[in-house]
């Protein structure tokens, strides 16, 4: 559970439109001083009213008959999501998706620092992709608490992504995101995110075959 500046729930949903809000006043400080909840909402495809109950989890942002300051609003929401202060993040998997995450540069920009990758080849470990070294997944233990790793990415097979997450989580990991193409099994309250791009293909196809 995620409280807000007043104690309440956050709900799942609203976090989860935090980092699109942040993104929007990136692009808008350059853009515009001011804008408007009516605007902004139009901007994303949502209501005036939802953006205001969306930003009052967080604080007391606009002002009535102003608008919200755009630059103002960027660096409180960064704060909020922890933009300036650094996150380590390790990735499992040292394969396709493992090396396009690790050249990925929108980590760097948003606050996130990679400090190793694992993997169990022999041939991989002591390797460097994009200048960040290979280890080997049986010495990870050490490593997360060295380090401080927060977040771990899971970027292997399917078979084994379970056993990896577990092992994560009995490591101290704090978070996961998971790239494997299956729907985690941990224990309940952990924070966890199940990528499957596979779906999000599938739901497009549907849509773009069955569109009228």
Same mark, same amino acid.
């Given at each position: ?5 007043? $104690? ?9 439109? #935090?980092? &699109? ?15 408007? %909840?009516? !605007?902004? /909402? *139009?901007?994303?495809? %949502? ?11 967080? /604080? ?21 999501? /922890? @933009? ?24 760097? *920009? ?5 400090? $190793?990758?694992?993997? @169990?080849?022999?041939? #991989? ?14 010495? =990870?233990?050490?490593? @997360?608490? *060295?380090?401080? =790793?927060?977040? /771990? ?13 577990? &092992? ?5 990991? !704090? ?8 729907? #985690? ?14 779906? !999000?293909?599938?739901?497009? %196809?549907?849509?773009? !075959?069955?569109?009228?």
């Amino acid at each position: 559970m995620v409280k807000g500046k007043d $104690g309440q729930e956050i709900p799942r949903v609203v976090i989860e439109r #935090l980092p &699109r809000y942040y993104r929007y006043f990136v692009w808008l400080e350059n853009q515009v001083e001011k804008i408007s %909840s009516k !605007k902004l /909402g *139009e901007l994303l495809g %949502s209501s005036a009213s939802q953006v205001r109950l969306d930003l009052s989890y967080f /604080g007391d942002f606009g002002q009535q008959g102003y608008g919200y300051n755009t630059k103002k609003l960027k660096n409180e929401l960064g704060k909020i999501l /922890g @933009i300036n202060h650094q996150s380590n993040f390790i990735i499992i998997g040292a394969g396709n998706i493992g090396r396009a995450l690790v050249r990925y540069n929108a980590f760097y *920009e948003a606050g996130f620092t990679i400090k $190793g990758i694992f993997d @169990i080849k022999p041939s #991989l470990i002591g390797k460097e992709i994009n200048g960040v070294k290979i280890y080997d997944f049986n010495k =990870i233990d050490g490593f @997360i608490k *060295e380090q401080n =790793i927060e977040i /771990g990415i899971i970027a292997v097979p399917e078979e084994v992504a379970n056993d990896v997450a577990k &092992r994560l989580v009995e490591c101290g990991i !704090k978070g996961i995101l998971n790239f494997a193409p299956i729907d #985690l099994d941990l224990p309940p309250g952990f924070p966890f995110e199940n990528i499957h791009l596979i779906d !999000k293909m599938l739901a497009l %196809s549907f849509i773009v !075959k069955n569109q009228t």
